[in-house]
Every structure is written in C-alpha cells, then in structure tokens.
C-alpha cells in the first residue's frame, strides 16, 4: 500500500474575478446616502490626493457622459483649487484671530456640564424595578437574590429563567426564590415578573380587585380558546352566554400582555430620501437630493508634485495610484447617481396614474422591466433600489414599493397585487362585525369588479395584511 506523501500540482480553471472598478460601482449603488458619506470620509483619510468641497461651496454636479464631466475627469481642478485656497486663507485667518481669546471660563465650562447634565436617557425596565427594590426593606443577602431576579426578567417584563436553575445557581432555596419573586410582582407595572401570559393577566386581575370574576375564570381554564376567539366552545363550558364570554374578552383585551414594554420604545427609524419627485405644470420632475452626497476632487497639489521634476520616481509612482483611486471613486458616484436618477424617471414614467390619484391606480412593475428599458441587468435594478426612499407628491416611499406583480382584470389590463390588498382592507373594514366576509366571498366581489384571484391568493394577501380569518373576526 502506497504510503502518503506531499506533491505540487498546477490546475487550470475558469473562474470570474470582479475588476476593482466594477467591484467598487456595486459596492457604491447599493449603500444609502449617508452610507455612502461614510464611505468616503474613510477613502479621505487613506487617500491624500481627494478633498472635498464644502457644501456650501460645492459645484452644480455634471452628469458623466458630457463635455464638462469628460473635462473633469482630466483632472482639470483650476476653479476648485482657486476656491479652496480662498476658503484655505480664509481659514487660517479664523484660527489666527480666534488664538487671541482666552480658553473657557470656569463658568462657560460649568454651563456646559449643565448641559451635559440636562441631557436625559429613558430609564430600563430593569432600573425602575430596582429603584423599587431599595425601598423594599430586604437585608443585603435578599437584596443580591432579587437583584438576580430582576436581571432575569427580559424587556418585556418576563421572567426567561426558572426558579430551580436560579436555586441551583445562587444556593438559596426555591421557596425563598418564589417568597421574592412574589415581591416583584407587586412593583410596577403590572404584571412584571410573570413567567408566562397566564400568569401575567391574572397578576393584572387580582390588581385590579377582579381575581374571582368571568374574566379570571376564562384567562385560567381557557386562554387558548380565547387567543382563537372561540367564544361559543368557551360559553358552553362555562355554561354561560356567549355575549357575557364576549364582553370578558373585551375586557381581558385591555389588559397588557408585555408589562415592559412601554420601557423598551421603538427608536424612530429616520430615512434620506434619495430621489424627489416635483410636480410642474403637467409633469413630474426627478430631482436627486445632492444635500448629503460627497462633493470630492483631485487635490491640484498633487497633480503640481506629478510635474515637478524633482519629485522621486517613487513618489510618483504612489500619488499616480492615488490619483487613480481617486478618480474611480469620483466616476463610481457620479455613475451611482446617474443610475438611480435613470430608475426614478422609469418608475415616474410608468406610476404616473399613482401619482396623480394614489395606490388604486398602482400599476404592475418588475425589475426585469425596468432592466430592459435602461439596457443594465436585473441584478443592478435590485442594488439600485435596495433601501432607497423616493419623496413623491404622494409622500415618502421606499423604492422597491412601486414594484409589484400584477393580476389580469377581465378587461385584459393588469392590476398591482397592493391594489388587490388595499381592496381587501376596505372591504374587511366596511363589512358587518356580526357576518364577516369568508375568503370566498371575498373571491366574488373581485370578480365583480373584474378581478379574478383564487381563494388561496385572497388568504396570502390577507395573512400579510394581518388581518384575521372570518371566523376570528365574527362579533356576537
């Protein structure tokens, strides 16, 4: 038998290897605004050869394929140098004169820890629980447990261990664990502590003086039939009507299922439209928002080191490499821009009814339209539009809103999906509480109006809406 050994052997095989240019355009398309600023700030600090130009200063920016952009790309930074050596004197004039004043005052720096001070973060579940715990009265040993009990309880107000793996780990005993636990579920809010949502509803209950009523009654013995709003199955078990197992469900409904949650906010989600659209006269203008996209150049330093006939081969050699990083990331924004500009107008072009009278008239799109029209690949499109927002007349929306499959109307023309699923929603909230409308009947009256869907489709588009069987949503 042969034994092992070690030997090189060469290989040749196919494979694509993205050139940095193109690697960098992609990686540029896809991030946001404010990604992309970021991007650039750390391509400042690599590379000495680009600066960039003050907002307030920045030129009027050239779309690439013209004279003006091809002039630029020649490194021609005769203007931009004469302005930055302005706003460079003009700089150097500030720091010279603001060198003549005196450092902060004692004052001016206790007015500014004020403000420091002032400044106010929204306060954890965990930190309002124990801030109750101080005023409990338990000795420094019951103090550390309970502090260990509150560190178990989650953001919405539950307790995600149990009291045998608290025992094991701490050495106290599951009585005295369940004597403390029982203490925080007295703190606010109500309902904190609870191991599940049963406990957690009958926490509230007996707070509220309503530990013996229906309510209490249905949240021990039939929660689950309650969450499928199986109102006759739980009347008849309790031997009740099912308009009072009604009302109870009403009332249970008031009731918090997450204690904690109105300490754990959601943080406002802030979006940079990428695109406006402004409507003159009769048409609709795309308008790129430019306010946050990095203004840079070649520094024309630079470019007089590259003719000096004193400067070194060697040096040469790397501000050329600099130079022509420089130059791809200038032409990989300035295409990134002029892509998304190109989409926008597409989408205006074809969502113009949208515009003008809302999403009823939401036409059918797909990128592999829009793709084909602009002549790029379907995979650009997807780039291009990924987190992106465009302000429209209409209001603000995510650009891969306006993409949507379509459905044939009886007529021959198409309909968007999110048309289907705002019919949907109307027709759910005009129906009769007391006879909701089945996803068959849903099925009809589309046909009426020339839609036809079938009844796995209507259940889809209602599931994504959240919107509940005909059976869940009946009322009696």
Known sequence: MPGQ???QTQQQRLQMVLAPQLRQSLELLQVTALELRTLVQEELQQNPTIEEVPPATAQVEVEPGSGEAESNAELDFKEQFEVLSRLDDE???????SQSFQPH???DAAKRQFFFDSLTQPESLQEHLLDQLKLAGLSSEERVIAELLIGSINDEGFLTVSL???SHSTGAQPAHLEKLLKLIQEFDPIGVGARDLKECLLLQLRRLGKE???AALIVRGHLESLGARKYPAIAKALKIGVEEVQQAAQFIA????????MFTPEQPTYVLPEVQVQKTGDKYIVVMNREHIPHVFISKHYRTLMEDPHTTPEVKSYIRDKIRSGMLLIKSIQQRQQTIRRIAEEIVRVQREFLEHGVSHLKPLTMVE???ILGIHETTVSRAIANKYMQTPRGMFEMKYFFTPGLKTSDGSEVSNKTIKDVIAQMVAEEDPAAPLSDQEMVAKLKERGITVARRTIAKYRDALHILPSHLRKTY
């Not at 700089?91 to 004169?97: G, P």
């Open 370 to 372: 829009i793709a084909s």
């Open 212 to 214: 013996e009523s229906l």
């Open 105 to 107: 005052t004692a004052d």
């Open 91 to 97: 700089w150097r004039e500030y720091f010279r004169q």
């Open 254 to 261: 008031t009731l918090e299922p997450r204690p904690g949650r």
């Open 164 to 166: 045998e793996e608290l």
């Open 5 to 7: 050994y070690l030997a």
